[in-house]
């Protein structure tokens, strides 16, 4: 079974940065699709950012040119940099990850329990 643990959420100003991780716990982590997502209360969840099994990536409008996702298989750990954050980027940040090698499932089989982000102008 596969678990994932976020962590590195917090509180900061607008144009700053955090760091947050995704601890995998699980064999065959290399061959795991790996998410973030974020949701503010009363809206849709949306994905953020996804990185595949051979390094391929993606990022919602919105974030490009801000937020770069990484991973490290050795570690088990999925990686999202945050730089010049906006206050519209406050919400719970949410990992997920799927057995879907190329990214190619819309649908993700495991989460995390998420991670406040909040940014203050």
């Known amino acids: 079974e596969v678990q994932l643990v976020e962590s590195g959420g917090g509180s900061v100003q607008a144009g700053g940065s955090l760091r947050l991780s995704c601890v995998v716990s699980?064999?065959?982590?290399?061959?795991?699709?790996m998410g973030w997502f974020r949701q503010i209360p009363g809206k849709e969840r949306e994905l953020v950012s996804r990185?595949?099994?051979?390094?391929?990536?993606y990022y919602a409008d919105s974030v490009k040119g801000r937020f770069t996702i990484s991973r490290d298989n050795s570690e088990k750990t999925a990686y999202m940099q945050m730089d010049s954050l906006k206050p519209e980027d406050t919400a719970i940040y949410y990992c997920?990850?799927?057995?879907?090698?190329?990214?190619?499932?819309?649908?993700?089989?495991?989460w995390g329990k998420g991670t406040q982000v909040t940014v203050s102008s």
């Open positions: 990185i595949s099994g051979p390094g391929g990536t």
């Open positions: 699980g064999n065959n982590v290399r061959f795991l699709c």
């Open positions: 997920a990850a799927d057995p879907s090698f190329w990214c190619t499932s819309v649908e993700y089989k495991y």
